[in-house]
């Protein structure tokens, strides 16, 4: 019923910058809060940033200042800005919907498949 389409994934060097969107699409449904995971190899997933409909933001310490999460309600879409990319950053990020379906009257958490972001000098 709803499905999230990312691009921008890649590889930069360190001190690149890197630009993710994601864009949740379907029908009958309302968009809550919008983010971004991600996991690196060999380690869990956690949160990078997310952004609720009424535009709050909130970052995990280590890509404060460095990455900007912004959305678009009217058109269901999430944008992560990475800037002063650094190795540790590699990893696989996931985007990430929290919807409510009006057809069912159920909250539906939605994934991505996910978009390699890679780091290397």
């Known amino acids: 019923q709803v499905q999230l389409v990312e691009s921008g994934g890649g590889s930069v060097q360190p001190g690149g910058s890197l630009r993710l969107s994601c864009a949740a699409s379907?029908?009958?449904?309302?968009?809550?809060?919008m983010g971004w995971y991600r996991q690196a190899p060999g380690k869990e997933r956690e949160l990078v940033a997310t952004?609720?409909?009424?535009?709050?933001?909130n970052y995990a310490d280590p890509v404060k200042g460095r990455f900007t999460v912004s959305r678009d309600n009217a058109k269901n879409t999430v944008s992560l800005q990475m800037n002063n990319l650094k190795p540790e950053d590699t990893a696989v990020y996931y985007c990430?919907?929290?919807?409510?379906?009006?057809?069912?009257?159920?909250?539906?958490?939605?994934w991505g498949q996910g978009t390699l972001v890679t780091v290397s000098a």
């Open positions: 990430n919907a929290n919807t409510f379906v009006t057809s069912t009257g159920r909250y539906l958490e939605v």
């Open positions: 379907g029908s009958l449904f309302r968009v809550l809060v």
């Open positions: 952004i609720t409909s009424g535009g709050t933001t």
